[in-house]
Antibody, heavy 121, light 111 residues
């Protein structure tokens, strides 16, 4: 069964850091681009970042560029999102989502259940 | 403000058809055939319904269809069913300095 399982969310103070993880199973992880998408409480979906299958290409939303870093460990089938200098507006459910191809954007066909990040003092 | 514009809400009765629009620019919807649509029920993760404008993943009913004209993409749901009540989001590849843009979402109510 194809599955994505996020972890690492929690409560963090403004200015703090957090690293999210997404464990993948049931598919050839290194063959697919992987994404992070977030959803603030009561709001819509916002694409955050993506990384190509081999890890050589990374992409970021303007809202997180220079603040978040995406990475992947293909030997352990795990995707990461390092989040620094967190602000209240980063409060959201963070979803890990598998892209349909090795790189680029052609739709995201598998999603995890999400991990909640709350930035508050 | 989202990069792609969707109506906030649409509604229809069981058995009817509805269409949700998604308007962008030549940098995204109008310039590329990489529009996707997602369905999200309350408290659940999104689900891919349409990719590359008009393609359905396996398992998605053929009541769901997608199209595009100029800078506007559309999702049509025919033969509305109660379980179609959900939020729907469009997204597109963008040739700007990011990669992906989403619409603000449309709440579908089945009357």
């Amino acid at each position: 069964e194809v599955q994505l399982l996020e972890s690492g969310g929690g409560l963090v103070q403004p200015g703090g850091s957090l690293r999210l993880s997404c464990a993948a199973s049931g598919f050839a992880f290194s063959s697919y681009v992987m994404n992070w998408v977030r959803q603030a409480p009561g709001k819509g979906l916002e694409w955050v970042s993506a990384i190509s299958g081999g890890g050589g290409s990374t992409y970021y939303a303007n809202s997180v560029k220079g603040q978040f870093t995406i990475s992947r460990d293909n030997s352990n089938n795990t995707l990461y999102l390092q989040m620094n200098s967190l602000r209240a507006e980063d409060t959201a459910i963070y979803y890990c989502a598998k892209g349909r191809l090795h790189d680029g954007y052609y739709g995201m066909d598998v999603w995890g259940q999400g991990t909640t990040v709350t930035v508050s003092s | 403000q989202s990069a792609l514009t969707q109506p906030a809400s649409v509604s229809g009765s069981p058995g009817q058809s509805i269409t949700i629009s998604c308007t962008g620019t030549t940098s995204d919807v109008g310039g590329h055939n990489y529009v996707s649509w997602y369905q999200q029920h309350p408290g659940k993760a999104p689900k891919l319904m349409i990719y590359e404008v008009s393609n359905r993943p396996s398992g998605v009913p053929d009541r769901f269809s997608g199209s595009k004209s100029g800078n506007t993409a559309s999702l049509t749901i025919s033969g509305l069913q109660a379980e179609d009540e959900a939020d729907y989001y469009c997204s597109s590849y963008t040739s700007s300095n990011t990669l992906v843009v989403f619409g603000g979402g449309t709440k579908l109510t089945v009357l």
